[in-house]
């Protein structure tokens, strides 16, 4: 995936953010927010579409300065009656978080979600992002780099589009007829559409996907803008299957590992009731019973699936661990040497070659890297500032608290069977004793799955290690500032 280019802190004659890349503006000169509850909210007929509503998504292209993500997320804060908000937009140039720090000063009256907005910014690396706001209730996924290789990959249902974006002379590849067609893939017979642009180009390529167009009056001195609906339109060859909601929101649980009691706990977030499963006396008795694990993502010269879904799931648990009270874990900064010359080799033309910014890795000379962690060390290594330590069994405890009484736990209590029934499934004893049914159910226990399975998962157990110094730690050790 190429990497992100950030944009640059930039204003036109009058004070306007502006894109010396692009040679556009970002928003109209007689306000952001204004332009963005005008056009986009109004245009799409929002707060009042998503009251009663138990999610709502909307899709954006061009998150640019965040100010229409903001004036939404106010937006529904100040509505009743209002469920889940997931927020989805796409952005080639992100700014840096000190340079959005200066463009969102301006704007008092979205200082308190901008702050939140900013202290959960991501490091500027390609693909999915996930920030969540507001105890969960609101979620902003950010796509950051190309729209045309990001939106293909997204599975969504989406209820509301706002186009956005610098103007299709000076954008044109935002505004493509296939891009619109991709963005149109994941809409509903019901989802709406609003834009300022009123481009011949943009109307044509839309009504051809089967939007209905409306033109309404534009924003301040933009004589008009467009909405679109698809009432009654059939999406073409649609990008996501809308699965069956769950008639009975209850499900068991199998295993109080990090797997399991994650799941419980995102469960019981949604509103299901869980009835979880251990057969030890507490959780994380078995691999997620370590003392410690290193916090670090698994990078690829070629930024393979693997390491692509290991940078997300780093980010993604850093910014977990921040919100999850009870965890005992540091961000003290992760060193990872090389393990020979080769390696060295290998790490150094990695990170050239992914172009990843420094707040996310960087790698270090040898000299420079005995020099951070205050020991001597064979080789240079990967340096990343934002890993550490952490606890797994407290991560689990932590869940655990987290999922409140939703989550029934059921510690000592080992499940020997499992059926399937009309209603769902059953969980027996060893003895034959009925201890739940529901209408799901999760196996979380590694591979002692295969014992509850008809048939056998490619399901192998790896034996790890652990070396335990003798106590007290040794001089050289007891100095080290970061984990290695």
Known sequence: MPPVVPAELAFAGDGTPYSSACGDVYHSAHGGVAQARHVFLAGNELPARWRGTEQFVILETGFGLGLNFLATWQAWRESPARGRLYFVSVEKHPFRSDDLAVLLAPYPELASMAEQLLQQWPPLTPGFHRLHFDNGRVSLTLLLGDAQILLPQLAARIDAVFLDGFTPAKNPELWSPELLAIVTRLCHSETTLATWSVAAEVRHALESTGWTL??????????????????????????????????????????????????????????????????????????????????????????????????????????????????????????????????????????????????????????????????????????????????????????????????????????????????????????????????????ANAHAANQLLTQNLPLTPIRGQISYLPGPCPAALAALRHMV
């Open 214 to 443: 409306e033109r309404r009056p534009g924003f301040a001195t933009k004589r008009e803008m467009l909405c679109g609906t698809r009432s009654g339109a059939v999406s073409p060859a649609p990008t996501f299957v809308q699965a069956p909601k769950a008639a009975e929101r209850r499900a068991i649980v199998i295993g109080a590992g990090l797997a399991g009691t994650a799941v419980s706990e995102r469960l019981a977030a949604h509103g299901w009731q869980v009835e979880l499963f251990e057969r030890h006396a507490q959780p994380a008795q078995e691999a997620s019973g370590n003392p410690s694990g290193i916090l670090l993502p698994h990078l690829a010269k070629d930024d393979a699936l693997a390491a692509r879904l290991s940078r997300a799931c780093y980010l993604c648990a850093l910014r977990r661990l921040e919100d999850l009270p009870g965890v005992r874990w540091s961000a003290c900064g992760v060193l990872q040497v090389a393990r020979d010359a080769d390696h060295e080799v290998l790490q150094r033309e990695t990170l050239r070659q992914l172009r990843l910014p420094s707040d996310f890795a960087d790698f270090l000379e040898c000299d420079a890297a005995a020099a951070l962690i205050g020991h001597e060390v064979a080789y240079g290594g990967w340096w990343f500032p934002g890993g550490g330590w952490v606890s797994p069994g407290s991560v689990c405890t932590a869940l655990l608290a987290a999922g409140g009484e939703s989550i029934r736990l059921h510690f000592g209590s080992e499940v020997a069977a499992l059926r399937q029934s009309a209603d769902g499934w059953q969980a027996f004893a060893a003895d034959g004793c009925l201890l739940a049914s529901a209408p799901h159910v999760i196996l």
